[in-house]
């Protein structure tokens, strides 16, 4: 269980820190492709941990 909430934890940091830093998502105002890229991932996380827990499990 421990990897899939690492899994996610990750995702999310990584996420988080590319919108805080990517220059072309602040200049267009607008998420770019790894953006977008890195949303997916997360998501993925987000489901692989809810059906690992089910939905009643608080997200992080």
Do not use: I, W
Not at 3 to 10: G, P, Q
Not at 25 to 52: E, F, I, Q, S, W
């Amino acid at each position: 269980m421990s990897s899939v909430n690492d899994a996610l934890e990750n995702a999310r940091f990584t996420y988080e820190q590319h919108m805080r830093t990517c220059r072309q998502c602040h200049a267009d105002a607008a998420p770019c492709a790894v953006a977008k890229h890195l949303l997916r991932l997360y998501n993925l996380a987000r489901r692989d941990r809810m059906r690992g827990t089910g939905p009643d499990a608080p997200l992080a």
